[in-house]
T-cell receptor
Framework: GAVVSQHPSRVICKSGTSVKIECRSL??????MFWYRQFPKQSLMLMAT?????????EQGVEKDKFLINHASLTLSTLTVTSAHPEDSSFYIC??????????????FGAGSRLTVL | GENVEQHPSTLSVQEGDSAVIKCTYS??????FPWYKQELGKRPQLIID?????GEKKDQRIAVTLNKTAKHFSLHITETQPEDSAVYFC???????????FGAGTRLFVKA
């Protein structure tokens, strides 16, 4: 089964409201998680690195006050889209590095959350 | 920072033919190159990966090659089947961390 759980899978909200998305690592601890954003038929754009017990590291062009990330425990990272607007509508997907067969830390993805802002 | 270019954006092949997807990366410090397959509405899944100390890796019908000097890496799928139809992403990870940058993706159509 999936080792990374993401919730909710779909959310529709009104413009101006905030939405929280959760990413959980199941049966293992994750000091680092990543949040990506994917527009329709486009690539996975790295938004930020979520660090357990410290501030997230945001990629250039990503507003940290708009996309609040909290990684309060070794199994949970949350992404809150604040004061959402229609242009924030997208597919948000988290990932966790796990030890793979090649010895590298393989990114394992959650199922994603489709946000629609009306 | 790292930049990953991927070509082609769309690829259509006949069942049984081979498919090749090519990527380049910009940061010579990248040392790990995974390939992901994403079916419609689903999460990306790792299908094969290669580390910078290896030139080629094969797993049944899929293989990946890496040219460190040219900063090129490619995915080869042989004997394609309709179920291979999906979006494929290449990616590059810098050494010393987990940060991974993805290519733009290739939409593969395998016609029966």
């Amino acid at each position: 089964g999936a080792v990374v759980s993401q919730h909710p899978s779909r959310v529709i909200c009104k413009s101006g409201t905030s939405v929280k998305i959760e990413c959980r690592s199941l049966d293992f601890q994750a000091t680092t998680m990543f949040w990506y954003r994917q527009f329709p038929k486009q690539s996975l754009m790295l938004m930020a690195t979520s660090n357990e017990g410290s501030k997230a590291t945001y990629e250039q062009g990503v507003e940290k006050d708009k996309f609040l990330i909290n990684h309060a425990s070794l199994t949970l990272s949350t992404l809150t889209v604040t004061s959402a607007h229609p242009e924030d509508s997208s597919f948000y997907i988290c990932s966790v590095p796990l030890s793979g067969s090649s010895g590298a830390n393989v990114l394992t993805f959650g199922a994603g959350s489709r946000l629609t802002v009306l | 920072g790292e930049n990953v270019e991927q070509h082609p954006s769309t690829l259509s092949v006949q069942e049984g033919d081979s498919a090749v997807i090519k990527c380049t990366y910009s940061d010579s410090a990248s040392n790990y190159f995974p390939w992901y397959k994403q079916e419609l509405g689903k999460r990306p899944q790792l299908i094969i990966d290669i580390r910078s100390n290896v030139g080629e890796k094969k797993d049944q019908r899929i293989a990946v090659t890496l040219n460190k000097t040219a900063k090129h890496f490619s995915l080869h799928i042989t004997e394609t089947q309709p179920e291979d139809s999906a979006v494929y992403f290449c990616a590059a990870k810098l050494s010393g961390g987990f940060k991974t940058i993805f290519g733009a993706g290739t939409r593969l159509f395998v016609k029966a």
